[in-house]
């Protein structure tokens, strides 16, 4: 029997679910898990994704540097934001990270129950794939989302990683054809349809234009990001 | 300034809109509001939306036909099902109808905080279209959905009322866009692309195909369904 995708549109359907016998793939492609791709890949050793501010702060003694954002801003007195950017230097290599954002973080914490959590992004889109064909599992694809509403972004990824597993995967459910819809009729112009999205318009309007585009690259790094306990970490693809 | 409208594709997400001064359109293709919209273009006099078996039975002492599903079958010893087919004659004429179904009524029910609410469906999609460029006022699409999941008719709805509507008003959300999206892809096919969605495989298995082509035909009724205290009235459109 063929392996099974679906795809949770918003964490705040994911009761609709039985993920304990599933690899989540959490999605939060502007930005949070784009990010921690990018951090991983300039060598960061440990990213561990917590709910809140206070939480991150009292991890800042423990010798992590501290990120994320609220309202797509860095928190004040936090060493780093939620750009990518940000963690594109040498300075993050050997470092462990605490980082907190609006919907990405939390949608890590909240499927904690899965089989196995992954994070996805467009970054690492076929490491990621490659490594959930070779896996015998279920799937489900979690659209962070914004604040409970679905999103075009990570929608649009969720139907992406679908039609690179059609080979391998049934994806019968509505949300998955939805998804997939979603990604035919854009897939040939993401960045001019996705930049239009609410929070590419929100990011851009504080400034943060090239993150937009970045996140929508394709393939730039070879590994895979799995979470252990909350600890997101990189396994090579190979 | 521009009117807005938005989309809510699931009734668990309702809880993200302030619907107080809104406008909600109840949406549940397959097959509540489609069946709702017959009955009454056939002459039912009023449709009662009740949540349960128990509701809808207490109403039959009253005076009241009752009808309605529970997985996609007729509720034992109610006098009609959910099928638009079972409506469509003469002895509707004139009666009260109390109907229950898993989503559609559902809905009806969640959203009647709203400042006022309709019912759509594609057997009077132009009537309502209408009825709702006439009206000063903000609108937010419900999509039924299925026990919480979103589902592709409702939101192909969405996105083809969205399109109706794009010269009165504004559609700047993500869910809009999504809904847009899912029409413009599949618009040249609606019942091919439809004919596979969750709910219509379901209601194939169990004998329903051509109720799935009907709930799919447009404008063969000009009524407006209007919905106040928890029933369903035929307004003209004129």
Known sequence: ????????????????????????????????????????????????????????????NHGFLIAGERGGEKVEGF?????PFDFMNSGIKGKSI?????????SINKSSHARKQIIGSFINFSATA??????????LILCA???????????????????????????????CKLAASLF??????????????????????IGFDRDIAFCLQRDLHDIIGVVRNGDVMAMSSI
Chains 1, 2 share one sequence.
Request: aromatic letters at 8%; proline letters at 2%; glycine letters at 6%.
């Open 145 to 175: 989302g914004w604040k409970g509403s679905v999103n075009l972004e990570d929608t649009f990824y969720a139907g992406a990683l679908i039609e690179a597993l059609e080979r391998d995967f049934v994806a019968p459910s509505d949300s």
């Open 184 to 205: 035919w009729q854009n897939n040939m112009n993401p960045l001019g349809f996705l930049e239009k999205a609410d929070h590419a318009l929100r990011l851009i309007r």
């Open 79 to 83: 060493d780093l934001g939620n750009s």
């Open 130 to 139: 490659n490594y959930l064909i070779n896996l015998q599992s279920d799937i």
């Open 1 to 60: 029997m063929k392996k099974s995708i679906d795809v949770c549109l918003s964490p705040q359907l994911l009761g609709l679910f039985d993920i304990s016998r599933k690899i989540v793939v959490v999605v939060d492609i502007f930005r949070a898990t784009t990010t921690m791709i990018s951090a991983l890949a300039f060598g960061a050793s440990v990213i561990r994704a917590v709910s809140t501010v206070e939480e991150a702060l009292s991890l800042k």
């Open 98 to 106: 605490a980082i907190t954002t609006t919907n990405g973080t939390l």
